[in-house]
């Protein structure tokens, strides 16, 4: 079982132009409209290979109504909590080439009494999932104390669950000291974190290092056309695939979470987890929007596997 809790969801508009230009008119050649917010994709990617998977969010005013019909489509199983304000839309602006440029809303302000009633509906799944993965998920809204993850891991390690973090900047920041078994963040988040430029993939590793010995479980770094990263106390593994047409890369980070902890609770090993993450994660990359891929699209991709990888390879992505 893996329940994600996204505090702050967003309907995603995704449009897509033939070249972008600041400060002029554009006629859109496409747009269209999916359920987002990092824990909700990672839900729907789960939902859409069958596993079992809870999505919690709060879920307010115009783009609430548009999330609850959105998600209702998708049949991904929900708690969404009531709140006042409207939850957000996010916009990303998409080239034939796959470029993507987005802006992300702030989202609500929450009060008192909903943050509450958010951490009670996040505390009750939890405590219903014995053994689950618990996936905290993406920025804050207003309101939403910068130390939430940190009391999330805490919240799923007293009811015997594993945590996984997948959020950046301050939340993250907070989040680490207590000990999430595995965070996931991509080549600049993990930079920030450790305050280092990470060049190569020798400087991923050390950082990682550097974090599992301050109490991290393991972590999963998403390198873009790199691949993915996966460094534990006694291992790093690589893997990567190509893709022919990139069309939008939102998402694509979710769904890499999505297809490890989905191998993971169905008792498959690290390595062929790293593998299920890239396939998941490239898979997303060829398709629109934050569209999460089918068991056909997953299979279509070939994944390169490396269990030593050389410590001077170059990233850039
Ligand atoms: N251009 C690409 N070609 C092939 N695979 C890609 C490409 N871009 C991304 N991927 C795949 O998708 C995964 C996730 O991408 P990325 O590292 O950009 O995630 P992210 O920054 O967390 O994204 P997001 O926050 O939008 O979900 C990568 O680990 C890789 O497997
Ligand atoms: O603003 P946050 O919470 O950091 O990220 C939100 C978001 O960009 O993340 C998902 C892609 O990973 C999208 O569905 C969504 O719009």
């Not at 409207?86 to 987005?102: H, L, Q």
Request: charged fraction near 20%; include cysteine.
């Amino acid at each position: 079982m893996i329940v994600t809790v996204t505090p702050n969801p967003s309907v995603d508009r995704t449009i897509e132009v033939d070249v972008l230009r600041r400060g002029e008119v554009h006629r859109a050649t496409s747009t269209r409209l999916d359920p987002g917010g990092k824990g909700i994709n990672v839900s729907r990617a789960i939902d859409a290979h069958g596993g079992a998977t809870l999505a919690v969010l709060p879920v307010g005013g115009a783009h609430g109504r548009m999330m609850t019909e959105l998600l209702d489509a998708t049949g991904t199983p929900v708690r969404a909590v009531p709140i006042e304000q409207s939850i957000r839309a996010n916009v990303a602006i998409v080239e034939p080439d796959g470029s993507t440029t987005k802006v992300n809303e702030p989202g609500p302000q929450l009060s008192p009494a909903e943050v509450e009633a958010f951490l009670a509906a996040a505390g009750d799944a939890v405590g219903t999932s014995p053994g689950a993965w618990i996936v905290g998920c993406g920025s804050l809204p207003g309101g939403v104390a910068g130390d939430f993850y940190a009391g999330l891991v805490r919240l799923a390690h007293d009811h015997g669950c594993k945590a996984a973090i997948d959020t950046s900047g301050a939340p993250l920041a907070q989040a680490v000291p207590a000990g999430p078994d595995l965070i996931k963040p991509n080549r600049v988040e993990l930079g920030e974190l450790v305050g280092a430029d990470l060049s190569s993939v020798g400087d991923v590793v050390d950082a990682s290092r550097e974090l599992i010995s301050g109490g991290i479980g393991e972590l999963l770094v998403s390198l873009g056309r790199d691949g993915a990263l996966l460094v534990t106390a006694h291992s790093v593994a690589l893997a990567a695939a190509t893709v022919d047409r990139p069309v939008s890369t939102v998402g694509a980070g979710d769904c890499t979470l999505a297809g490890y902890l989905l191998a993971l609770d169905t008792g498959a090993d690290a390595p062929t987890a790293l593998r299920q993450a890239v396939a998941f994660g490239s898979a997303a990359v060829a398709l629109p929007g934050t569209k999460v891929p089918s068991a056909r699209n997953v299979a279509a991709v070939h994944v390169r596997l490396d269990l030593a990888p050389d410590r001077t390879i170059p990233l850039s992505d």
